[in-house]
């Protein structure tokens, strides 16, 4: 995953998601306020650039506190495709295993593929 901090990549992509509202709500605050100073230490994270399938933002790694805290380690998520949600949840390093997590999103098929991943992995899912 490649993590945006160039203001114009920022504002390109701000306008990218404008354009899919309402679905990508929750992505889209934290890409707006990362591109205005980014007061809250949060990361735009995307698979790739400029054609991206996934938008994950996240606080910066250095600031997660407690790993069993699932409120701070908060993601959210846009995808294109259910196939870049499958590989964000299966195999990156963005989304660690290590710590408590609450993904947000607002796509259909989001719950399935958490419910494939962690039952595939394991693990429980609330």
Request: proline share 6%; with cysteine; charged share 25%.
């Amino acid at each position: 995953m490649l993590i945006l901090r160039c203001p114009a990549q920022l504002q390109l992509l701000e306008e990218t998601l404008r354009k899919s509202l309402p679905t990508t709500l929750p992505v889209l605050g934290t890409v707006m306020t990362v591109a205005r100073g980014n007061p809250a230490s949060h990361e735009v994270l995307v698979d790739s650039w400029p054609h991206f399938g996934i938008v994950l933002t996240r606080l910066c790694p250095e600031d997660h506190r407690d790993p069993r805290d699932f409120y701070t380690n908060q993601l959210s998520v846009f995808y294109r495709d259910k196939q870049a949600l499958q590989a964000l949840l299966e195999g990156t390093e963005a989304v660690t295993r290590e710590r408590a997590f609450h993904i947000q999103g607002m796509q259909d098929g989001l719950d399935e593929a958490m419910q494939e991943v962690a039952s595939a992995r394991g693990l429980k899912v609330e």
